[in-house]
């Protein structure tokens, strides 16, 4: 089945907003959302709409996490994938149907898998994430150290 | 900063959702874009993918060459069937000199992007505007039609499947061919509404399009009626919708002189 396809863009999103917030500009966020929304046809500016407040978000929160052992920052992201997926699934019925709330089952278990193969697949990527943090030039580091 | 851009995002949001013809062409302009990247990416995860599963499907091989051996010698006896049928039919036709605008042909296009598990049901395909692709044409699997092209760019053009809440194909049911519309509501099922009452639909009936309309051509499979539980007839359209990797956009007409005709009686 091809039907793996977890938000890796999330989960680099949460990576950086914690780790090194400057190399991931606000600006660039919102184009990546917007090509997202042009290839999976929703609305646009959906994405972005999900993104740039969890980003915001995480970015004020970053001293928490960033002393945090890997398994809190790892249930962080659950929590921050838990929120985009049922933020997702709600602005899309917004779209599509107005204030009527109805969640179907097959809505439901979409959900669900979405956020539990991201959970599961999240640790691999942070690993990678962590390989290039590490070989990024020291002085770009201190730029995006906890002030 | 940020919350000008989320501000820009909200304003987009909203235009869209209120119409998602709103912006057309700039999202045409984006997908011009990022298509031809997205494509460039996924070509080589899809090529390992497949090799993938062809290493880990070998022990099945032998089963299944089994079966297509058998699968072709059935269907070279319907050769010799169709081919007798098609020369009858022919002469028929020459006899009533009929004049039928039947001649269309297949673009092949390969999938991009399913969106088939999110919530608009639609498949980015890698043929545009450049390869005859129009908005409007009728798009087939191995199984028969899945949906149509509702959105083209340069290189790149989204179909929207039958199983789409917003989609609607008109079609004839069985030997009566009794006219129906197929709907789709989010679900792999598809339902069949407005259907004269007087006339049956029966469980195994073929469902083929009719034509009606003028978009996209009669006689094209959808697949055969199952009747649930209330006894409400539907297609179950889950299998033609697996194997997706490639699709054919049916051109519909490809003599000019014709379309041109066409177009003018429609205006």
Partial sequence: MNDIRPGFFLMALYYWAIYRPRLLPPTFIFII???????????LGLHALLYLPLFVFLRRQRR?????????????????????????????RISQYGFDMVMSPDDFSNILYDITSGVFIYPL????????HRTLPQRALRGGEIK | MPSTLIGCSFLLFVLTSWNVDNLSSVRGGLANIFVPALQFVTTPIQNVTNKISEISGLTQLQA??????????????????????????DSLRQLMSAKLPESYEFITA????????????????????????EKGQAVISRQGV?????????????VLLLTDINARLPVVVGAQKTPSIVAGDNSPSLRLIHTPRELEINEGDLVVTSGHGGLIPSGLTVGHVKIDENGKPYIDASYGLENTEYV????KYTDPALKASLDKLNQ
């Fill in chain 1, 33 to 43: 959302a917007i090509a997202q929304d042009v290839i999976e046809y929703t609305p």
């Fill in chain 1, 64 to 92: 928490f996490f960033y002393e945090q052992p890997f398994l809190v920052v790892w249930f962080g992201f659950a929590a921050i994938t838990g929120l985009f997926n049922f933020g997702l699934w709600l602005l899309i």
């Fill in chain 1, 125 to 132: 990527v942070a690993m990678l994430l962590f390989l290039v």
């Fill in chain 2, 64 to 89: 299944e060459n089994d079966a297509l051996r058998q699968e072709n010698q059935r269907l070279t006896a319907w050769y010799q069937v169709a081919q007798q049928l098609k020369s009858d039919n």
């Fill in chain 2, 110 to 133: 390969r999938t991009i992007k399913d969106s088939k598990k999110t919530y608009a049901k639609s498949l980015l395909v890698s043929a545009g505007l450049s390869d005859g692709v």
């Fill in chain 2, 146 to 158: 899945i949906g149509r092209v509702i959105e083209s760019a340069d290189h790149a053009s989204r």
């Fill in chain 2, 248 to 251: 054919r956009i049916v051109n």
